[in-house]
């Protein structure tokens, strides 16, 4: 059986574990969307994942040596990043968060933005798990022809 099969595994399963701590980290934002003040007395900031090719070789190298072999090696995620963008002041003279004026800073994370990022995050995912499931049924046949 060729390696050819096991590598799209690869590359399926790496993005299924991609998007499944994309959706942990939307799923964390959404928890906190009025969290005006976390651990360290600072109201909470949006977190996004970014993900990087899974490999340690760079283009030039992957073009001179490689370029009829190359092998897939999928995702990975390469940092958790912190959105510096400001929040939204809403004027509430009664919390406890509130400043001299009343105004409360909350954190910038917009439910709409972090649904659709779920859609994508999930559509992503199954994505990923059709063609892990396409794989393994190809691998699966190429046993069967072999008896």
Sequence with gaps: MSSGIFNAMDVAASGMTAQRTRLDIISQNLANVNTTRDENGEVY???????QENS?????HILSNKLETYDARGVKIAAIVEDTREG???????HPDA??????TLPNVNTVTEMTNMIDASRSYEANATA??????MASKGLELMQ
């Design 45 to 51: 900031r949006r977190q996004t994942v970014v993900f």
């Design 88 to 94: 939204a002041m809403a004027y509430d003279p009664t």
């Design 99 to 104: 400043d001299e004026n009343g105004y409360v």
């Design 132 to 137: 892990f499931n396409a794989a393994k049924a």
């Design 56 to 60: 340690n070789s760079s283009f030039d």
